[in-house]
């Protein structure tokens, strides 16, 4: 145990420098707001235990007995005064609105007035019936979700109606498995809600993005559904999975259950992520799905089989110490595939290639290296497209039934 333990200081330290400092009770909104902001508004879903004696934290880390439901609204800081991909977070409380992310209101919502709040939106010409789902990840309050997830949507530009599912961790790295016990507890949570948006007319596509342990929420959710329906619902349309904290065993099972008509996956992996590389010691030393090589074996061969397309973030630089959260941290990422997602293209539909296309949008000229081995892009942004690799082969076929 001593190489965990060692593993898991080093771990609090980077993590203590990276977040030190961040003041409490963000989500008090503030009276008044500043020229140039940006209003992102969300509803969320939570197992989480509602703190309603507290509404500058409104939920903590602890479990609650039944879904919960909240209305907030987040001021994002001119584009001018900010860097992309990043949550400027209040110095004090209040914040100021012309450099930091403040809460402008913050509600607490009954099962009834939730889902008039969300007919209200869903059918908005912006929106078009698309809903984006964001459930996050391990070691994360609630007031981090809520802000990250408003950075995500600014950044990304993405016209869907952002629902929040938020589920039960403590915000303390020392408190891992409480907060892998807690993604169980709620991932039954989650598929009561996709059933539920699945379920109204008014829902025309739902894209989810699950970061680190939500994915692990988010794959048992679908798993679920898929068990219990024959498939997962079609509206569900796509499904990103970043940095997941999922053993790749485990993942295949649920891959398997979720059956041939599923979702289009991506998938962002960076080897260089040092949360996930603890998570593999702390787990029997099986390989963490987030950290793979997507060029190594067997993964090649089972992305290809799977479809599935592979973001390798492991050159791309990142401010974050653990190098766990670089796919909001990106501004080529964050805006391209959040954009495209929320616009109800699926990567795998589009005429030119995801690949091709991230090449164009990232700062470091790429080349197109091709073939029945598949596509990478050599920026500081790799891809492997399953379905490219599909395509390629069948092409080398034709030249092959062409040749004398």
Not at 215 to 241: D, Q, Y
Not at 284 to 301: C, F, H, M, T, W
């Amino acid at each position: 145990m001593r190489p965990v333990r060692t593993a898991l200081l080093v771990l609090s330290a980077l993590a203590l420098a990276s977040c030190g400092g961040r003041p409490q009770g963000v989500l008090l909104p503030v009276t008044s707001g500043a020229a140039g902001t940006t209003r992102v508004d969300m509803l969320v879903a939570t197992t989480r235990q509602a703190l309603p004696d507290r509404q500058s934290e409104m939920f903590s880390g602890e479990r609650g007995k039944a879904l919960s439901f909240a209305d907030i609204a987040v001021s994002v800081p001119p584009d001018a005064t900010r860097v992309v991909g990043e949550v400027q977070w209040p110095t004090i409380v209040p914040g100021n609105p012309a450099r930091e992310f403040v809460t402008l209101s913050a509600e607490n919502l009954d099962i009834k007035t939730a889902l008039l709040r969300f007919g209200a939106r869903i059918n908005r010409p912006e929106i078009r019936g698309r809903a984006v789902i964001f459930v996050h990840g391990y070691n994360s309050r609630f007031e981090d979700a809520v802000f990250r997830f408003a950075q995500i949507m600014h950044d990304s530009k993405a016209p869907g109606l952002p629902i929040l599912f938020t589920w039960p961790s403590r915000g303390e790295l020392l408190a891992y498995a409480y907060d892998r016990e807690s993604a169980n507890y709620s991932r039954d949570g989650l598929e009561q809600g996709l059933r539920a948006l699945a379920a109204d007319p008014r829902v025309t596509e739902i894209s989810i993005l699950a970061h680190s342990m939500g994915n692990w929420v988010t794959m048992e959710a679908l798993r679920t559904m898929a068990l219990r329906s024959g498939r997962v619902h079609p509206k569900i349309t796509n499904v990103m999975l970043a940095a997941p904290d999922l053993d790749v065993d485990v993942f295949q099972t649920q891959m398997t259950a979720l059956g041939d008509k599923r979702p289009a996956m991506t998938l962002f992996v960076s080897q260089d992520d040092r949360a996930l590389q603890f998570s593999q010691r702390l787990w029997g030393n099986v390989a963490r799905l987030g950290s793979i090589n997507p060029e190594d074996q067997p993964y090649k061969d089972e992305i290809a089989k799977a479809r599935m397309t592979v973001v390798d973030l492991t050159k791309l630089k990142s401010g974050d110490p653990l190098a766990h959260g670089k796919f909001a941290e990106s501004p080529d990422v964050v805006r391209f595939i959040g954009r495209r997602l929320a616009e109800g293209q699926t990567v795998t539909e589009q005429d030119s290639t995801l690949g091709e296309r991230l090449v164009h949008t990232t700062s470091e000229v790429g080349s197109l290296v091709g073939g029945v081995a598949g596509a990478v892009i050599r920026a500081p942004i790799s891809l492997v497209d399953g379905s490219l690799r599909d395509r390629a082969a069948e092409r080398k076929r034709e030249d092959e039934k062409r040749q004398p």
